[in-house]
């Protein structure tokens, strides 16, 4: 029942092959089961009806192509459809200077760290002073919590900490702001649930005061049917101008920012990716309607790599792989870096075909643990020498990392199979892959500036 | 007691409004035909049932008016309620916490993702506990998001509850330490830990609760006692996820549902509970001190179908 909606997916449209003209007969079983993942998913009722009709209508009377088989077609349908629908409008910011952003949504959305990271990644991309005004003053700490975050990515910072008097807190964050002289003003708003009149109000009255370019609704990746409702309940109230969709480091599918953004227009702007306030990036409708499907995010491993992997350190590797010189010294630096990735299986998941693939993560983060401790156990000369390595050495290594020598040899085993391999593969496609990677990163520009 | 269960009912009273509103035609007494089942199905799936407890629901309605189909909708809706009241049978009740025998007492672990209502439901626990007469002492183990500890002081000052906290940064496993130890020395009866908001997908995190686990059975090889998961009842499908993956790795023994003030019917908590049977004690209805209350799931049950 609580299968990603991937492998729904792959699932149902496994009971189309070999069919030759798509028609609602032979589509019925499979886009029922497409309904089924959609709701599972937590795509809202109404709005996974429309898609489904939407998705109907398009492929209706097609003709399976030729080299592609019928379910391989859907899904093209389908993903075009959710990339169109969910990358619908702009999703850059107001250019006005300086620019003033309202934080609003429910409590424990996340609106509190996203101010941080959003004042952090614009700050990143050119704004020279960006300020915070905390406008919580009923959750205990709240402003205590932006304030150290502001320190903490050196954002101007105001808070009142005796007035109950919202709009003008507002206000006069405002005016402390501009006199700081900064470009980017972010208010940082409590937490009100959408039906809460009186809260509603108070927001309302804090916007006419400050008059924000941009109202954006933070609202947490992993929402329910729910969604709709507190989305278009805000909207309604202050006329959105963006979205933040967060926690999407977990394994949420999202369905939530659809129902969001097909309800109401309003364009999916950032999305939170972590617990540090570097954990946070632009939309890519692409991204989401990939992943959703199950073809993988390679374009963001793909960044990831390149944000956390020493690029020189990269290179050495590679010019050393391509001269076969690799050592067991190397092997531990390359499995560091990996590391840094994040988890086996949240990598695995951006991989594409691999995201319905079950593997014992936490055997392989073992197994990753004990390579790396039998390595550590060698001497300098032992890891850049494995030719040295007699049988009372491996025993020593074997006692030092607090393993079999069975398992030792297995890794000097693997090692001499991977050193063969590079030398196969002398001179082969690095750089090509190099390239790759680059292009990638210039499409990866930040809207909105 | 009964006056608990009429806030339970005040509480979901915007909720009952919400599903009545899409359900009133349908249990205004007419016939059903596919149509209502379409509503009836709608109703259910938008207040996060989930696919599986919602197609169970809806066959029995159905098999009841295969045989008679003069069935009025107001019987299927007493349906509807009696088959989610029987879904959830078991799933409510609150434990008694209270000392061991030795002096050691009761710890209860709150746990859950971030954002979902920790330090809220720690507090407010605390305040009705000591409302029922027992002492209580809160730890404040999320010394990671900024001004955490900040956030359950100041409640802890309002209530006038015993605290032990450390600084952000500090480490989360001393602190419950040092607070299980405070709370032996002084006598407490319960001992509740708040610690950090983790995602379940991050490995990492979850080890660090182990440790908690680990350092709290010093003192006592049972502790904790309780594992509790808070969940945010807006939240969907996920909940049922990120219950399994902290069931399967710390343990849980109950859960506590937050946030069902708004529209949100939590809907997500009955697919946990029919996946891995873990009682629901309490479920916060709104942001005061006294809005954390025991399930009771008959009333939510027919709160669900609009019945009275």
């Avoid at chain 1, 993988?296 to 956390?308: C, F, I, N, T, Y």
């Avoid at chain 2, 909940?239 to 023994?253: K, M, P």
């Amino acid at each position: 029942m609580f299968d990603s909606l991937t492998e729904k997916l792959s699932s149902a449209l496994r009971n189309l092959r070999g069919v030759g003209q798509l028609s609602e007969a032979n589509m019925e079983i499979a886009l029922q089961e497409v309904r089924t993942a959609l709701l599972s998913a937590d795509v809202h009722f109404r709005v996974t009806r429309e898609f489904i009709e939407r998705v109907k209508a398009k492929a209706v009377g097609q003709e399976v192509l030729k080299g592609v088989n019928p379910g391989q077609q859907i899904v093209k349908i389908i993903n075009d459809e959710l990339v169109s629908l969910l990358g619908e409008g702009t999703n850059t910011l107001s250019g006005s200077r300086p620019l003033k952003i309202l934080m609003v949504g429910l409590h424990g959305s996340g609106k509190t760290t996203s101010t941080a990271k959003l004042g952090r990644l614009l700050k990143k991309k050119g704004f020279a002073k960006p300020f915070a005004v905390a406008c919580d003053i009923y959750r205990p700490a709240a402003i205590d919590q932006l304030e150290i975050l502001s320190k903490q990515e050196d954002l101007g910072f105001y808070a009142d900490r005796v007035s109950r008097d919202v709009p003008a807190i507002g206000a006069a964050g405002l005016a402390a702001a501009q006199t700081a002289g900064a470009d980017l003003i972010l208010f940082d708003t409590a937490g009100r649930l959408q039906i809460d009149a009186d809260l509603i109000e108070e927001v309302k009255k804090l916007s006419a005061r400050v008059q924000p370019d941009e109202i954006i609704l933070v609202a947490d990746g992993a929402l329910g049917q729910e969604a709709v409702n507190v989305a278009k309940a805000f909207h309604d109230a202050l006329k959105l101008t963006g979205l933040i969709l967060t926690k999407l480091d977990g394994d949420a599918r999202g369905g939530a920012a659809l129902s969001i953004k097909s309800i109401t227009g309003v364009p999916i702007k950032f999305v939170g990716t972590g617990e540090k306030t570097a954990d946070f990036d632009v939309f890519y409708p692409d991204r989401l309607a990939s992943r959703i499907l199950g073809m993988g995010d390679v374009v963001s491993l793909v960044e990831k790599a390149a944000e956390v992997i020493d690029q020189k350190e990269a290179e050495k590797l590679a010019e050393k792989m391509k001269k076969a010189d690799f050592t067991l010294e190397d092997f531990l630096a390359q499995m560091q870096q990996i590391k840094k990735l994040g988890s086996l299986g949240g990598i695995m998941g951006m991989m594409p075909g691999m995201s319905g693939m079950k593997i014992d993560e936490d055997a392989a983060e073992t197994g990753m643990k004990r390579t790396e401790a039998i390595i550590l156990s060698m001497t300098y000369q032992e890891r850049r020498k494995p030719a040295v390595l007699n049988g009372s050495r491996r025993l020593r290594i074997a006692n030092g990392a607090g393993v079999k020598v069975v398992e030792v040899n297995q890794l000097l085993k693997q090692f001499q199979q991977m050193q063969e391999m590079m030398k196969m593969m002398r001179g082969g496609g690095g750089k090509k892959m190099m390239r790759q990677m680059e292009q990638m990163q210039r499409q990866g520009k930040i809207p909105g500036r | 007691m009964f006056g608990l269960f009429k806030k339970f009912k005040e509480g979901l009273a915007k909720t009952v409004a919400a599903i009545t509103a899409k359900t009133h035609s349908l249990f205004g007494g007419r016939k059903i035909d596919a149509s209502s089942l379409e509503e009836l199905e709608e109703a259910l799936i938008t207040a996060d049932f989930g696919v599986e407890t919602t197609t169970e629901i809806l066959s029995e309605i159905k098999a009841a008016y295969r045989k008679d189909p003069l069935l009025a909708g107001k019987q299927a809706a007493e349906i509807g309620a009696a088959v989610l009241t029987r879904v959830l049978a078991g799933s409510a009740g609150t434990p008694a916490l209270c000392k061991r025998p030795d002096g050691t007492p009761a710890v209860i672990v709150m746990i859950g993702v971030n954002g979902s209502g920790k330090t809220t439901t720690t507090a407010k626990l605390a305040w009705a506990l000591q409302e029922e007469g027992k002492s209580v002492l809160v730890a404040a183990c999320d010394t990671f998001r900024a001004a955490a500890v900040e956030q359950l002081k100041a409640w802890a000052e309002r209530l006038k509850l015993d605290v032990v906290a450390s600084h952000t940064g500090a480490d989360a496993a001393a602190v419950a330490y040092d607070a299980l130890q405070a709370g032996k020395s002084r006598g407490k009866d319960v001992v509740i830990i708040d610690t950090a908001g983790r995602l379940h997908t991050k490995t990492n995190l979850m080890e660090e609760l182990a440790k908690i686990r680990r350092v709290l059975q010093k003192i006592d090889p049972a502790a904790p006692h309780y594992a509790w998961l808070v969940v945010d009842g807006s939240l969907g499908s996920n909940s049922i996820e990120q219950a399994r993956v902290f069931h399967q790795s710390f343990g849980l023994t109950g859960l506590v549902v937050t946030k069902l003030d708004g529209t949100s019917r939590g809907g997500a908590v009955v697919g946990i509970w029919r996946s891995l049977k873990i009682p629901i004690h309490y479920v916060g209805l709104g942001e005061q001190k006294e809005d954390l209350q025991p399930f009771d799931p008959e009333a939510y049950s027919r709160a669900v179908f609009g019945l009275e």
